[in-house]
């Protein structure tokens, strides 16, 4: 039995820092006192410089590239926190690495989504916060709560000022069938239809447009999931709305900005308009072309975070849209 009486605490490992201090701050606080670093052999050091005992400990850290070290210091420091007697742990994950591995595609695949997720368990979190899992039956890999918040709450709205004054032109489009869902709730908030690109992988990593389902003819197209990696799959399916649905222009976004490999590459040289990503992975510098716009998580985040402290409803946020 946990009280919101316990003091709550945020702290952040390596891989999103900005993004935890955003969420800190929306609490009105400063994140708690604590390094996260390397020894000379290349061990994680963590260091916790402040009390926690009885606290509600709220550990703000992405598993993105690279993704063991990522996935490694969550671990240390859970444990970290656990053996200082913190009150109850939650790790806030906005970008959950491994989690396309949900399934066996082959024999003798192992599912390590699942091997992470009960490796998160055993170190000994109480609860995770995360934002749109690849596959929302993740979930379900998890022995412990799990708070799963959509990013298409903050982009819905994003386009639907944007496009104000020509939004019943609009039609939203999921890449594949996997983002149908991601797609309808963009639907739901914004009234505009939706289109569902049809595609096959004839290896990992690449994909073909092979039909699109519904008419995108002189209609500003909206392309919706749940991140970019290595972007062929978003540009195959904008290219293949201008050239062959007649679509009068794309514009792509998602919620995690993986980009990896050519990523960057293609989509500046995509027929995209722009692409609108959420910070839930720290874009370097480097990456963050014009055509890149970044939104921020960290009130939904922080009014998550709140919510889980004083024992309040979680889904009330979900019934807004």
Do not use: W
Request: some cysteine.
């Amino acid at each position: 039995m946990f009280s919101h009486e316990k003091e709550m605490k945020i702290f952040a490992a390596n891989s999103n820092i900005p993004l935890a201090k955003e969420i800190a701050a929306e609490l009105g606080m400063s994140l708690g006192l604590s390094e996260v670093g390397r020894f000379s052999d290349g061990e994680i050091e963590v260091a916790i410089k402040e009390t926690v005992r009885g606290c509600d400990v709220f550990i703000v850290q992405s598993t993105s590239f690279p993704v063991n070290e990522n996935i490694m210091e969550l671990l240390i420091m859970i444990d970290a926190f656990r053996r200082a007697s913190a009150g109850r742990i939650t790790a806030v994950i906005p970008y959950f690495g491994y989690a396309r591995q949900d399934r066996k595609a082959k024999a003798r695949d192992p599912i390590s989504a699942k091997l992470v997720a009960n490796i998160i368990t055993i170190a000994g979190a109480d609860r995770i916060l995360t934002m749109d899992l690849h596959a929302p039956q993740l979930q379900g890999f998890f022995d412990i709560p799990v708070d799963h918040l959509s990013g298409v709450a903050i982009l819905a709205p994003y386009y639907l000022d944007m496009l104000s004054d020509c939004f019943e032109n609009v039609t939203i489009i999921s890449p594949d069938f996997g983002s149908v869902n991601r797609a309808r709730t963009f639907s739901r908030i914004s009234g505009a239809p939706i289109a569902i690109i049809d595609k096959k992988r004839p290896r990992p990593g690449e994909s073909e447009v092979c039909n699109i389902i519904g008419d995108v003819r002189n209609r500003i197209c909206i392309l919706v999931d749940d991140m970019i990696d290595t972007a062929g799959t978003i540009c195959n399916a904008a290219q293949a709305l201008i050239d062959s649905g007649g679509a009068k222009s794309v514009y792509a976004c998602a919620t995690h900005g993986v980009l990896s490999g050519e990523a960057v590459s293609r989509l500046n040289h995509s027929v995209i308009e722009e692409v609108v990503l959420l910070d839930t992975i720290e874009i370097p510098s480097v990456k963050q072309i014009s055509k890149i716009k970044i939104l921020h998580t960290s009130s939904v985040f922080a009014e998550t975070i709140q919510r889980i402290y004083e024992n309040l409803p979680v889904s009330t946020m979900f019934n807004r849209y």
